[in-house]
């Protein structure tokens, strides 16, 4: 004979849902829980479309607009575009951006500022790269600078210098001739500096 069964007391009551409800109860919120099949945390990074479109962009107008100026504008001739204050002068700068180091020579030139350009332009990646995704001014700043780099990088490994052709002036006073790369790397250094000093953080974004 069995062993006689016990009822159970008044206070306790026998479980009788299934197994599956137990999915309804609350689960930890941490990284790696999931809830209804979804992933719940972190979001993963993806792709970051910023960094790659936007120096593409620059390279291929800047490339673009100096192809134009070769073919169109014969070298050390100036078209007006505004009196007093706009020209378009097709020069060749051998130096660094702005004609920075144009009128200097020593050996190796080209290949020296082609080297320092190309360093500065993988620090400037490899910074850029290392940003979250929040941080929207920073990362377009540098892409910026990325973009205008790699734009006269191109121009000093093919023909050894770097076509610039804005020339702005105020009558006989004329700013340094540059060119779609330079401008690029400007508004970019200009986004940085006013990154780091706090312009726009309250306002994170992600692209």
């Not at 930890?28 to 792709?47: L, Y």
């Not at 002068?89 to 702005?98: D, E, I, Q, S, Y």
């Not at 910074?127 to 540098?142: E, F, H, I, P, V």
């Not at 610039?164 to 401008?183: E, I, L, P």
Request: glycine letters at 10%; proline letters at 5%; aromatic letters at 6%.
């Amino acid at each position: 004979m069995g062993r006689p069964v016990r009822a159970l007391p008044e206070h306790l009551e026998p479980v009788t849902g299934h197994m599956g409800d137990l999915t309804n109860e609350a689960v930890p919120s941490g990284e790696g829980a999931c809830r209804d099949g979804e992933q719940v945390g972190r979001q993963p990074a993806g792709t970051r479309r910023l960094e790659i479109w936007l120096p593409l962009l620059i390279v291929a107008v800047d490339q673009l607009t100096k192809a134009i100026i070769r073919a169109m504008v014969p070298l050390h001739t100036s078209v007006t575009v505004i009196p007093e204050l706009l020209n378009i002068t097709h020069v060749r700068n051998t130096g660094a951006a702005f004609g920075i180091l144009n009128t200097a020579d020593f050996p190796f030139k080209t290949a020296a500022i082609a080297v320092i350009a190309t360093a500065a332009l993988v620090g400037v990646g490899f910074y850029a790269a290392s940003l979250g995704r929040d941080q929207l001014m920073a990362r377009t700043g540098l892409t910026l600078i990325i973009g205008g780099a790699a734009g006269n990088l191109i121009d000093r490994v093919v023909a050894g210098s770097v076509v610039d052709f804005v020339d702005v002036y105020w009558q006989t006073h004329h700013f340094w001739a540059f060119n779609v790369a330079d401008s690029a790397i400007s508004v970019g250094v200009a986004i940085v500096i006013l990154d780091m000093l706090g312009v726009g953080t309250n306002v994170p974004k992600t692209v």
